[in-house]
């Protein structure tokens, strides 16, 4: 395996040419060749070293190979589909309001039983995406902006046959240097399918824990 030699960058014209000052250079040629570029592919305990990569054209972009010895091969890489999907799949966390989640990005589930029409609980479980980072949380304080929150979600707060909607959303309620908090908002009040919502129908304002006939529990799953 060649050695790299820092070059020599001081030669004045009382120095001699001598083979030494050629032999170097070409040290450090071979070096840069082999070094050109390394791609480690790791399999459990096992690695194998990629010397040369290449990029060949298909279609109207270019794929990642490697070359040995002039033959060109598929790049040595592979996706565990498997581990990926388990991640998706286990891991959920149960938080409250007052849980300080670190930033990033999250999957955030909402499960939510509502009482608020006197005829008996029902409610349902909503999944948003949560993405929030100090960089964000910097620029929303400098332009006094409001914390970002997830979209409405309507879920029928009644067991009746005639539907009374109601709406949900998280909403980010506190930042700092660690990270960030989240709760889940209700509307102040519900409607038939036939009312003529206003904003209190409209927009989730009120903390869901402030609230005697809601009860409900959030999970989250770190993904970024």
């Known amino acids: 395996m060649p050695t790299y030699n820092e070059p020599k960058n001081d030669y004045t014209r009382e120095d001699q040419v001598t083979p030494n000052i050629f032999n170097e250079l070409a040290e450090n040629e071979r070096y840069l060749y082999d070094k050109r570029c390394e791609v480690v592919r790791k399999t459990n305990s096992t690695e194998t070293q990629v010397n040369e990569l290449v990029f060949q054209k298909n279609g109207d972009y270019y794929e990642p190979k490697t070359r040995k010895n002039g033959t060109i091969s598929a790049l ?98 506190l930042a700092n240097a660690n990270g960030f908090k989240l709760n889940l908002f209700v509307t102040q009040s519900g409607g038939y399918i036939s009312t003529s919502f206003t904003g209190k129908q409209v927009i989730p304002d009120q903390a869901a824990n402030t609230l005697s006939e809601i009860q409900y529990k959030m999970k989250y799953k770190r993904i970024m």
């Open 76 to 173: 040595p890489l592979k996706v565990d589909v498997a581990s990926e999907g388990t991640k998706l799949v286990d891991g959920w966390t149960e938080f409250t309001k007052d849980t300080l989640l670190p930033y990033g990005t999250y999957l955030i589930q909402s499960w939510i039983s509502d009482n608020s029409t006197g005829v008996g609980q029902t409610g349902t479980m909503v999944t948003d995406v949560i993405s929030f980072y100090s960089g964000n949380n910097t620029e929303l304080t400098y332009r006094n902006f409001e914390y970002p929150m997830g979209p409405n979600h309507y879920y029928v707060a009644n067991d009746r046959e005639a539907a009374w909607y109601r709406a949900i959303r998280i909403k980010i309620t």
